[in-house]
């Protein structure tokens, strides 16, 4: 069959994503101000790629034989037998109109990611059909091979079981998504190619994250020389020289890090990559070796300074002397360093919020980001807050404002703290001292 992969997203001022926040996806808008309007502006154009489920759909669907694209436009649908759509919270309504668009025309559309595994209804009353799970595992090998075949499946497709990610004999289709400009700027110029060393996250803060909805809670390890291959593939074909791990927690297996450091360096290749992980994680000797791997930038989830918020929303976080600690130890390495906060937890007041963005301020890592909590479906944290949602629209469910009805907090309350923290942060002279040539580099 010829399948588009029709990757549709709104028309925002910033950018929206829709492969952060397990998949469900995030708006960057940083609030008002001038900063951050220019942040907002910078993030826009430096940092883009498509959701890695639907990188990987495509790589199983071109494994099955069928002819394969990728799209962001509906009008590309024209000649499909088959759509395949990435489904994400944060382009949720732009999807559904895909859809109606889509199957009007006679085409099939298949509905992919784990929003629409959480949330089917809208997509299934627009025409189309979901597929639960990690949507490469049924697509390599069950998609039925005609139009008449997709369309008798049922309304909502049952997810094929989980198979080790080594084992599925493709890469993920980045070749085909090469016109979408796949970059990270802060890591390295040029096409930056996302990649896994490890699916799924046992850690208890699943109450309100939505990394486990598609990938689990059991960790899955990739053999690290597979890994390694992968990242010389595409150096080799095209010319990628950064990548960005998507792992939900990186280096989460201590072992299986340090392996992967060693088959890196026996490849004799340079690479420069991105993680995402908790710093309870991170010593000297890890740091070390990963930035001898070529490590250049982490991520870390600081979310509150304040014990009572972290507790509540069932989070475990070092205290706060020890996580200063693992993030100078992190710098002096010679890596950037992304800490990230979140305002509007359960507990959070505008007080606790105020003493996160001191508390970054005086950090001052190499980045910070900023959030607005957002309770999201298929979390046990939805359940609490379901009858007290505000928006009428899943595009709002960015991280950028406040959704629902908070104890402490009112939407505007949140919005100016969010527009402070990017204000008082990147505008501190302190931060350009110490940052602002390396976190331009």
């Known amino acids: 069959m010829k399948i588009l992969v029709l990757d549709v997203y709104p028309r925002k001022g910033y950018r929206v994503t829709k492969d952060t926040n397990g998949g469900y996806g995030t708006s960057n808008d940083y609030g008002r101000g001038l900063i951050p309007y220019l942040l907002t502006r910078l993030v826009a154009k430096g940092v883009d790629w498509p959701p890695m489920f639907s990188a990987y759909a495509a790589g199983a669907l071109r494994h099955a034989g069928h002819e394969v694209r990728y799209s962001r436009d509906v009008a590309d649908a024209a000649g499909a037998d088959l759509c395949v759509l990435p489904s994400s919270i944060v382009a949720h309504e732009t999807e559904v109109e895909a859809v109606r668009t889509v199957t009007a025309q006679g085409i099939p559309a298949m509905v992919i990611g784990p929003f629409a595994g959480s949330v089917p209804e809208p997509y299934i009353a627009a025409g189309g059909k979901v597929l639960g799970g990690e949507p490469e595992m049924y697509l390599r090998a069950s998609l039925p091979p005609t139009v008449e075949g997709v369309k008798a ?4 497709i049952p997810a094929a079981a989980a198979a080790e990610v080594d084992a599925l004999g493709f890469y993920p289709a980045w070749d085909l998504m090469t016109g979408s400009a796949p970059r990270m700027r802060f890591i390295g110029k040029g096409m930056t190619v996302p990649i896994l060393a490890t699916r799924g996250c046992p850690y208890s803060c699943s109450y309100y994250c939505t990394y486990p909805l598609q990938q689990g809670r059991k960790v899955r390890a990739r053999d690290p020389e597979h890994v390694v291959g992968e990242m010389a593939h595409w150096q080799d074909t095209l010319g990628v020289g950064s990548f960005i791990f998507r792992d939900p927690v990186f280096s989460i297996d201590r072992r299986h890090t340090l392996a992967l450091c060693d088959a890196i360096e026996r490849s004799g290749r340079k690479f420069a990559f991105g993680i995402e992980t908790h710093l309870k994680n991170l010593d000297d000797e890890l740091v070390a070796r990963l930035k001898r791997a070529g ?14 918020v972290i507790k509540d929303a069932r989070r475990f976080s070092l205290a706060v002397d020890e996580q200063s600690a693992r993030v100078r130890m992190v710098e002096a390495a010679g890596v950037k360093l992304k800490a990230m906060y979140i305002f509007g937890l359960p507990r959070d007041t505008v007080e606790t919020c105020e003493a996160a963005i001191r508390y970054a301020v005086a950090l001052n890592s190499t980045y910070a980001q900023f959030n607005i909590f957002t309770p999201y479906p298929g979390t046990p ?11 009428r629209h899943y595009e709002d469910f960015g991280q950028s404002m406040l959704v629902f009805r908070h104890d402490n907090l009112s939407p505007a309350d949140a919005r100016d703290l969010l527009s402070r923290a990017y204000s008082r942060y990147y505008g501190n002279p302190a931060w350009w001292l110490r940052h602002a040539l390396q976190a331009f580099a």
């Open 381 to 391: 944290i939805f359940q609490t807050y379901r009858e007290r949602i505000v928006s």
């Open 153 to 156: 499946l049922p309304d909502m």
């Open 295 to 308: 490590l250049r930038m982490i991520y870390v989830g600081i979310e509150s300074v304040t014990p009572e």
